[in-house]
């Protein structure tokens, strides 16, 4: 039986004291993105005891859970209604809270075909830099009364609240999967893969290494032997395991030693950047990983000459600019936000952006 | 409606100095984009919610977006509440004239600057018609997927501000789901770019936070939406049952079975029969309720699950199942749930259309309990429903000539919406809050949610001058309304005097 517990009075208390007296709290859960982001500060405020599936209706598509629960146990339970949680979150070193998936807004190889993290978000009950527990969206798919502050928390590093349950929009898994291995250069990855999807393929990932391109089909098993027929090239022995690989970084293209890693998120049908060192492309080639010791500013550059931002994802100096800057309006209404729901500056300050 | 107290005290606080605001705004615009004469304003005095009325101070129609920047700047320095406005068809009052304000109207931001085949991107105005979109895209084989109900007449610009639905967005998503970019003036009139091409941007989720945010943040001056291919194959099935909760048992099965349809519509036994007599869709007019039910994908695809999804249909009761032999069938049975809306108005003189969503386990209560609640009031409501996602669109019927009826109706309705915030839903599903249902934000959400929405509008707009008076209810409105969400037993707003 899984442990279930309720700590949200607790939580909420030591936020208010924390607010009362000016003291920065830095929200942890399993510690699995402990590297992501900026250097963390101040006391350690562990959510992981404020776990458990509170509500599970499989026929309403919608899961709820507190923030503390770990990503494995929620998959556990949706795997046993032939269910998943379609942006697949990654699993840095295994582990991973829910409220931590949703703080850092990442989401996994499915992404660009079914959906990121803030497109699942229903509801969210979040205790806010005062201290103060709301509840906001809910468990409906449809939902306009007040501001979407659900969705507003997927990616805010928990400096605008912590985040205590979550209501997820969950989507069956598809019965079938196939995986298929192609000789193509990575910068015609985009290209194929519109032209697979206009052809009606069922696309749920891709990945260039940088010599190969893996396309997962999964879907309709018609669907998938279709596609997997008009695709041909090769088979891999252990697809469940390499997609794994590539959404937790388990992947030799991220384990080996090198320079700091870097995250390109670009617009669809962007070239390759011109950057010195290695690309691992996934989503269609929306998104790039780079390994380099290229300088941040000339990095940067090249990215939004394509129209796209960089973060230095792992590695690197984690007390600088890690998340590509804002411009000045958008700089402004980023601390009147944050100034809205904590007032006295105590949630993960700096971990997003210096002085939030 | 009329029962209701519209702008209160705090909404209209302003000092205005009219003559003053005439000659700034006189010299940024065009002499055609300036309405001060009453007969001239008349024609914006209400939106889709017709029953609410209200003349502008002034009309403001700019051309260009340093026009509305300078607009904006004129009225933050003049402390003028703005109140912007595309088509016009919120059904909730939402772009309902401010009496001492601009009325900012996006009319002539009406073009599809570009379509982006290779892409599947439309970098849009926001006055554009979402079906127009759609239009545009259609010589590339593509299609925007949002499709409100209103889609030939509403723009794209009011469909973020109250973050639209539609038929398909159970598998498609809702507009917030496609839209990848917003051009937005600020406040004060800077103008700032929110989202992106790429997947995500650095930051909060600005762009989240502007859809469904009922023109409270700022004014949206140009849009980029991702368009999606025509799905290669569609299958329309039309499913008859002797009772409603048997047909909302069959969506349930549906999606147990892992099956996620194009689209899943139901209408209950008066609104089928309202609708046949109104198109001649060839609908079941015996039925306690039709499902109609739209697979898309590949051929392949779509034929295992019309397969799957008839055997779940007759499983759970099924009456009869009619597949829609081709394109003209498939046209003709979607016909009628596209036109129950006008169905309904010859049923009665006059008919209120509720939005709420309600967990959908709890379908076959609600209705019960609505047909229970308009019996008390001596009304008679319909019932059609975007079925797959729990969204459901009551319409109160009732004539506006009778003493009471329109009151009648209105409290029929708010008890609808109260009823979708017992049940778990909420009291608007995709028509937003506006004006109609302000004083029902007040059940939904305690005092420090309500204190929080107001911190996230001050953020954007520190003198309150974006929309005054809509979506978010002050908490003297609440005290006053007098329904105030209780929880745990303790009532919300104990810092205000019962009176």
């Not at chain 1, 899984?2 to 208390?13: L, M």
């Not at chain 1, 992501?36 to 209706?57: C, F, K, M, S």
Request: charged share 20%; net charge negative.
């Amino acid at each position: 039986m899984a442990r279930v517990s309720d700590r949200s009075q607790s939580i909420a208390e030591r936020i208010a004291a924390a607010s009362e007296a000016g003291t920065p709290l830095a929200i942890t859960g399993s510690g699995s993105k402990a590297f992501y982001g900026r250097a963390p500060q101040g006391e350690a405020l562990d959510v992981t005891g404020h776990r458990g599936i509170v509500n599970y209706d499989p026929t309403e598509l919608v899961l709820t859970a507190r923030g503390g629960t770990p990503l494995a146990e929620i998959e556990t339970a949706l795997d046993a209604e032939g269910q998943m949680l379609a942006f697949e979150p990654p699993r840095y070193g295994g582990g991973g809270t829910l409220g931590g998936a949703v703080a850092a807004g990442l989401s996994g190889p499915r992404r660009p075909f079914t959906g990121a993290v803030r497109d699942m978000m229903l509801g969210t009950r979040v205790a806010n830099g005062r201290g103060e527990i709301m509840r906001f969206g809910g468990e409906v798919m449809k939902n306009v009364a007040g501001y979407d502050v659900s969705r507003l928390m997927a990616g805010s590093l928990g400096t605008l609240g912590v985040i205590l349950e979550i209501s997820l929009k969950v989507l069956p898994r598809p019965v079938a999967a196939h995986t298929v291995v192609l000789e193509t250069p990575m910068g015609d990855v985009f290209r194929h893969s519109e032209d697979w999807l206009r052809r009606g393929m069922p696309l749920s990932a891709t990945a260039h290494d940088g010599e190969r391109l893996y396309v997962r089909l999964s879907g309709a098993r018609s669907a998938v032997e279709d596609a997997t027929r008009a695709l041909g090239g090769e088979r891999i022995d252990d697809a469940p395991g390499f997609w794994r690989s590539v959404r937790d970084h388990t992947h030799d293209f991220f384990t080996s030693e090198g320079p700091p890693l870097w995250r390109l998120a670009l617009p669809p049908g962007a070239p390759l950047p011109a950057l010195d060192g290695a690309l691992f492309s996934e989503w269609a080639g929306k998104q790039l990983w780079l390994r380099s010791a290229a300088d941040a500013e000339s990095i940067r550059r090249e990215t939004a000459r394509l129209g796209g931002h960089a973060t230095l994802f792992r590695g690197g100096d984690r007390s600088g600019e890690v998340f590509h800057p804002l411009e000045a309006v958008t700089l402004r209404l980023h601390r009147e936000l944050k100034r809205a729901f904590d007032p006295a500056g105590v949630l993960n300050p700096g971990r997003l952006y210096p002085n939030l | 409606m009329s029962a209701h107290a519209l702008f209160r005290p705090e909404d209209t606080r302003f000092q205005v100095d009219a003559d003053r605001l005439i000659e700034r705004l006189a010299r940024v615009l065009p002499a055609e984009g300036l309405v001060v004469d009453e007969d001239a304003r008349r024609p914006y005095e209400c939106d889709g919610l017709a029953a609410y009325k209200q003349l502008p101070l002034l009309v403001a129609i700019p051309d260009t977006i340093a026009q509305v920047q300078e607009v904006m700047a004129i009225c933050s320095e003049l402390n003028v509440p703005v109140v912007a406005r595309g088509s016009g068809t919120s059904l909730s009052g939402g772009s309902l004239p401010h009496p001492q304000g601009v009325l900012l109207s996006l009319a002539r931001f009406n073009r599809v600057k570009h379509i982006d085949a290779e892409r599947r991107l439309a970098r849009v105005e926001p006055g554009v018609r979402n079906l127009a979109i759609t239009e545009a895209a259609a010589p590339h084989g593509l299609y925007y997927a949002p499709d409100p109900s209103s889609q030939i007449a509403c723009s794209i610009g009011g469909n973020v501000g109250e973050n639209a639905g539609g038929v398909h967005c159970l598998k498609y998503g809702l507009t917030v789901h496609n839209v990848v970019e917003l051009t937005v003036v600020t406040v004060d009139g800077d103008l700032v770019t929110i989202g992106s091409e790429a997947p995500d941007s650095p930051g909060y989720d600005l762009l989240a936070l502007f859809h469904g945010s009922e023109g409270m943040l700022g004014v949206i001056v140009d849009i980029t939406v991702q368009l999606l291919p025509n799905p290669l194959t569609k299958d329309v099935l039309m499913a008859s049952f002797d009772r409603v909760e048997d047909g909302g048992r069959a969506v349930a099965a549906i999606i147990a079975a892992g099956i996620i349809p194009g689209g899943l519509e139901m209408m209950d036994g008066p609104a089928t029969r309202a609708a046949e007599d109104f198109v001649h869709a060839g609908y079941d007019i015996e039925a306690g309720a039709i499902l109609i039910c739209e697979l898309d994908g590949s051929a392949a695809e779509v034929a295992d699950q019309r397969e799957a999804v008839e055997a779940v249909m007759r499983e759970h009761g099924a009456t009869a199942i009619q597949v829609a032999a081709d394109d003209a069938e498939k046209a003709r049975f979607w016909a009628g749930r596209k036109a129950a809306f006008p169905a309904a108005g010859r049923l009665a003189p006059d008919y209120y259309c509720m939005d709420g969503t309600i967990p959908r386990k709890h379908l076959a209560t609600v209705l019960q309990r609505i047909s229970e609640i308009s019996e008390a009031h001596g009304l008679q409501t319909i019932n059609v429903f975007h079925a797959g996602d729990g969204n459901l669109h009551p319409l109160i019927l009732f004539d506006a000539n009778q003493p009471g009826q329109l009151e009648a109706a209105e409290a029929v309705g708010s008890a609808i919406l109260q009823l979708c915030v017992e049940v778990g839903g909420t009291v608007t599903g995709e028509h937003g809050v506006g004006m109609e249902k302000i004083n029902e934000m007040c059940v939904q959400f305690a005092s420090a949610e309500i204190e929080q929405f107001h911190a996230v509008k001050r953020a954007f707009d520190p003198q309150g001058l974006l929309n005054p008076g809509k979506a978010i209810p002050t908490l003297n409105r609440c005290a006053e309304f007098g329904k105030l969400h209780v929880h745990k037993g303790e009532l919300p707003h104990p810092e205000l005097e019962r009176l």
